[in-house]
């Protein structure tokens, strides 16, 4: 009688609440430290660090590190007799921190394969996972479906790691080689209330979950996948962006033929002194087909001469290079020139009351005087510098964060409690939307 009456209770509360059913999504293992030597461990209370092999060790609170010394794992100065520990905190209260940041789940630490490196791995289920990600990815008081769709676009992409990555030491990365993921610090009560709303909402594609690439802005419209990773993906095609609110949508940054020759120089391609460079205009997207530039304007490829050599580049290449924001930029040769003069307004004293400020119009004549078809020549005169103009922040694969909150913004937007499902279907080709658990 008693067991049946517990059996009925458990399903009473499944159905009132579905978080106790489970509904948590499968566990993702994010990788915390990757290939390093060492890593710094500490809680305000004691920590049972669990051996493989069997043992379990209590560590005082405080700070500790975990680390590999002659193909073995230490705690502090006492050798591990395994190749795996798990570090669990003796209290709830006081969970295990990993190099000064506070993760909800379990945190392993495990020798790589040639024992020589160390791995610390923060096994959670995936919606306490996002809790951590989302807040970091955008601004949690944004429109409610803007904040949606990052929730749905980060699961989903959680989601496909998972089912792809099964033989690998982890899942995602922290940073942005995965998924900025931030912790327990890192939430925030709206984008973890966005998160519970969409729970085990994802994006698919042929009823699997897609890898939903996002980025800040793309300055306009998206890139397809087939011009930044010369492979095509169905659903990251090129598509209008509705960014211009993104601080990042325009920018620009200038180098002297000394600094782009040196920065060349530096990752190995000696050209010399540089002569000049080969690009083709940047038209209005979407552009027709291009050799050197993408759907969006993106450069696929650009070329640089130099009197020792002559060097082509892949965009995103040029792009990690000099640090630019994105690879949707033109280029001109040119010199610094203001774009307007202040002038003061005097008054009858000769005093100065206020100011005026006065645009100058560019010579048209002389714009391009640098350049002939493609190429772009540099001289030796002094001032001369390469100006790089461009727009968007990011590869400008997939959702644009910005674009979605303009998206969220529009007339009508408002009225839906699921137009996060527009945005995401705008932004990711031909993909359905649905719940998966």
Not at 250 to 263: C, G
Not at 316 to 343: A, W, Y
Request: proline residues 4%; contains cysteine.
């Amino acid at each position: 009688m008693v067991r049946i009456l517990a059996v009925t209770l458990l399903l009473v509360l499944m159905n009132v609440c579905p978080a106790l059913a489970g509904d948590m999504g499968p566990n993702i293992r994010v990788g915390l430290v990757v290939n390093q030597f060492s890593a710094q461990f500490s809680s305000q209370g004691e920590v049972k660090a669990e051996v493989d092999g069997g043992s379990t060790i209590k560590v005082k609170a405080g700070t500790h590190f975990v680390s590999v010394k002659k193909d073995s794992l230490y705690i502090d100065n006492k050798k591990l007799n395994g190749r795996r520990v798990s570090l669990r905190a003796g209290n709830a209260k006081f969970p295990v921190s990993i190099n000064k940041k506070t993760y909800r789940g379990a945190i392993i630490a495990s020798l790589d394969s040639g024992r020589k490196r160390l791995n610390v791995i923060n096994v959670l289920p995936v919606e306490n996972y996002l809790y951590g990600v989302v807040a970091k990815e955008v601004i949690p008081l944004w429109p409610d479906e803007a904040v949606k769709a990052q929730a749905v676009a980060a699961r989903s992409f959680a989601m496909y790691e998972i089912n792809n990555n099964k033989n690998q030491v982890y899942d995602v990365r922290s940073n942005e080689m995965g998924q900025v993921y931030g912790g327990i610090a890192a939430e925030h009560t709206n984008t973890n209330k966005m998160v519970d709303t969409t729970r085990g909402v994802v994006a698919t594609y042929d009823g699997d979950p897609i890898q939903a690439f996002f980025h800040s802005c793309s300055g306009g419209y998206t890139e397809s996948a087939v011009n930044v990773w010369g492979k095509a993906v169905p659903y990251l095609q090129a598509v209008v962006d509705y960014d211009k609110d993104s601080p990042n949508y325009d920018w620009n940054k200038s180098f002297t033929r000394e600094d782009l020759q040196k920065a060349l120089e530096q990752s190995g391609y000696k050209v010399g002194v540089l002569e000049g460079i080969r690009l083709s205009p940047r038209k209005k997207a979407p552009m027709g087909w291009s050799s050197d530039r993408g759907t969006s304007g993106r450069v696929k490829k650009i070329t640089f001469k130099g009197k020792a050599g002559i060097v082509t580049l892949e965009g995103t290449k040029l792009r990690s290079i000099l640090n630019l924001p994105s690879t949707l930029f033109d280029i001109n040769v040119g010199f610094n020139r203001p774009d307007h003069i202040d002038v003061p307004i005097l008054n009858s004293y000769g005093m100065q009351v206020g100011e005026k400020k006065i645009d100058i119009k560019p010579d048209k004549r002389n714009r391009n005087s640098n350049t002939v078809g493609d190429f772009h020549y540099l001289s030796s005169v002094k001032g001369e510098k390469v100006h790089f103009i461009g727009n968007g922040w990011g590869h400008g694969l997939g959702m644009s964060q910005w674009g979605a909150r303009g998206m969220s913004l529009m007339p009508g937007a408002k009225k839906k409690d699921d137009y996060y499902k527009t945005i995401l279907k705008h932004y990711y080709t031909g993909t359905k939307i649905k719940r998966i658990y």
